[in-house]
């Protein structure tokens, strides 16, 4: 398997939380690749920093959004658009360096989860494959 930085997932995840106002997330701190070759049945995934690994080296939260190429680029863009809200939604409040489940907070349900996936996309006047 192979891991490819994406200026344009990250152009994107930007865009996305700009966006939503998604004011809790940092963005510097978000790091977006694609990968290629993996045998994953994800879609996409996002990787935490683990508040140990940030106390060893001294280094702030970040997360790392991988999209696996071979299933995330068959995607329709709106279905993309999706994905990318799905796993800006694992953030928590705190940006700590954690993950968030789906079923958290209100969402106690995947498919409450899911509805606000939805929600969100609804709630975008332009999508940021459209930019």
Known sequence: MKWV?????KRRISFLITALD?????????????SLGSSSLAIARIWSLPKIWQLA???PPGYC???????FDRQSLPQQEKTLIHELLHIPKTFSGSLAP???GRYRTFRHYHDRVDQLFNLLTTKSYEI
Do not use: A, G, T
Not at 22 to 34: A, G, L, V
Not at 65 to 71: A, G, L, Y
């Open 5 to 9: 930085s994406s200026p344009e997932i």
């Open 22 to 34: 998604m004011k809790n997330i940092r963005r510097d701190n978000i790091y977006c690749f694609k």
């Open 65 to 71: 959004i991988e999209v696996i190429s071979e299933k």
């Open 57 to 59: 080296l001294n280094i």
């Open 102 to 104: 789906h079923r958290s």
